[in-house]
């Protein structure tokens, strides 16, 4: 007996047995169509997705104040600028086999969570040592949660809909970038004129 032969969707000639399963599954997606569970599923990756933006564009606008605070120097505050990005390369890295082999919901969830403990622990800090290493987990928990909210999402969304919902969950990036900006005039003190 062949592979194809043992499959459980009847094969139709022409079409692959992975290319028809996909087709059957996006059908099933396609009569369910949209339930309160897949909005519950965009809200929720949408406010991740503004979560990892707030924590990636808050320190652009605090370093200042943070360098001060911590009396760095020029070469330490280079080192904050980019640590997040590597610990972001590393995480993608891990988490994205990770959400193959566990599941991308559970993955998705530790990441987060791994990046909002360590921004915590990255504004508790005392030393720069302390901050540099929070800033490296905290990019190991952004690295993970940016790619594997959009590949989640994707798996409820029924194909014809996925363009417009994948956009609707990307615009949370741009909003959590305004709401960073806005915090920053809000709370950092800033001269009113310029001297």
């Not at 980019?82 to 559970?106: E, H, N, T």
């Not at 709401?179 to 005039?185: E, G, K, N, T, V």
């Not at 950092?188 to 310029?194: E, V």
Request: with cysteine.
């Amino acid at each position: 007996m062949r592979h194809d032969e043992e499959a459980d969707v009847p094969l139709i000639p022409g079409k692959s047995g992975a290319a028809q399963i996909a087709d059957s599954y996006d059908g099933l997606l396609s009569k369910i169509g949209v339930t309160f569970k897949l909005l519950i599923i965009v809200v929720c990756s949408g406010i991740g997705l503004l979560s990892d933006t707030l924590e990636i564009m808050s320190i652009s606008f605090a370093k200042d104040d943070i360098s001060k605070q911590l009396k760095l120097s020029r070469q330490e505050e280079s080192t904050l600028a980019g640590v997040l990005f590597a610990g972001m390369l590393l995480g993608g890295l891990v988490w994205g086999r990770a959400a193959d082999i566990y599941g991308r919901r559970r993955i998705l969830l530790i990441s987060l969570s791994m990046n909002g403990s360590c921004a915590a622990l990255s504004a508790l800090s005392t030393t720069f040592w302390m901050f540099l290493l929070a800033r490296f987990f905290s990019g190991i928990g952004v690295g993970g949660s940016l790619p594997i909210i959009f590949s989640y999402v994707s798996e409820w969304v029924p194909r014809r809909l996925k363009g417009g919902i994948i956009s609707a969950v990307a615009t949370c990036w741009m909003v959590g970038a305004i709401l960073a900006a806005a915090l920053a005039w809000a709370v950092l003190p800033y001269p009113l004129q310029h001297t």
